[in-house]
């Protein structure tokens, strides 16, 4: 992983965006730095080569402005459909000096799926709190390239398995490998035979 100068649990100017996150109401009321603690995760689950990503539901910027920190050379796409987080987005965006490399887009996400440079475009797309399990991979396969990664949240361990059944490989998904509680599933669009 790509290091970021100051870990993200520990930079002010986060802790400060994500304190206004909860005073807003964009945010839960979990404590920040563990919102950040499992943020980090999704850095660390991306591959190296993926330098863009999409975030689908982004709410507050969770986990996206916590990978943007964590991951310097990634550039990223946050998507909400609120008009009220996607307000907040820009003004976290624009306090965190990160618009260089990190849009914010209010919007369906399916319908951005089918606009030219959206679909198939991106690395790796990450979802922490997008909507059901199976609609949040399913959606968010759609902007992932051949060979990239898709990294949602799990429940914690001790629920069963919530993939089992699905036919993942029909949808061009490699059958997920849990990291602490996020989930990567490799991307292979028409591949009959992907690996599981």
Do not use: Y
Request: net charge neutral; aromatic share 4%; charged share 20%.
């Amino acid at each position: 992983m790509q290091s970021a100068s100051v870990p993200p649990d520990s930079h002010k100017g986060l802790l400060r965006v994500l304190g206004e996150a909860q005073r807003i109401g964009t945010l839960g009321s979990a404590p920040i730095t563990e919102v950040i603690r499992h943020s980090t995760w999704f850095a660390d689950a991306l591959p190296l080569d993926a330098l863009r990503v999409i975030d689908l539901g982004s709410g507050a910027g969770v986990p996206g402005l916590i990978v943007a920190v964590a991951r310097p050379m990634v550039q990223i796409a946050l998507v909400d459909r609120r008009t009220k987080c996607a307000d907040a987005l820009h003004r976290a965006v624009s306090a965190l000096d990160l618009a260089q490399r990190v849009s914010v887009h209010c919007g369906d996400a399916e319908a951005l799926s089918r606009l030219p440079g959206w679909k198939g475009c991106f690395d790796a797309a990450i979802s922490r709190g997008f909507g059901p399990p199976l609609l949040t991979l399913t959606v968010a396969a759609l902007f992932v390239r051949n060979g990239g990664v898709v990294v949602i949240s799990e429940p914690p361990d001790d629920v069963p398995d919530r993939w089992t059944g699905i036919d993942l490989a029909s949808m061009g998904l490699s059958v997920p490998q849990r990291l602490g509680p996020v989930a990567v599933f490799h991307v292979e669009h028409g591949s009959p035979n992907i690996k599981k």
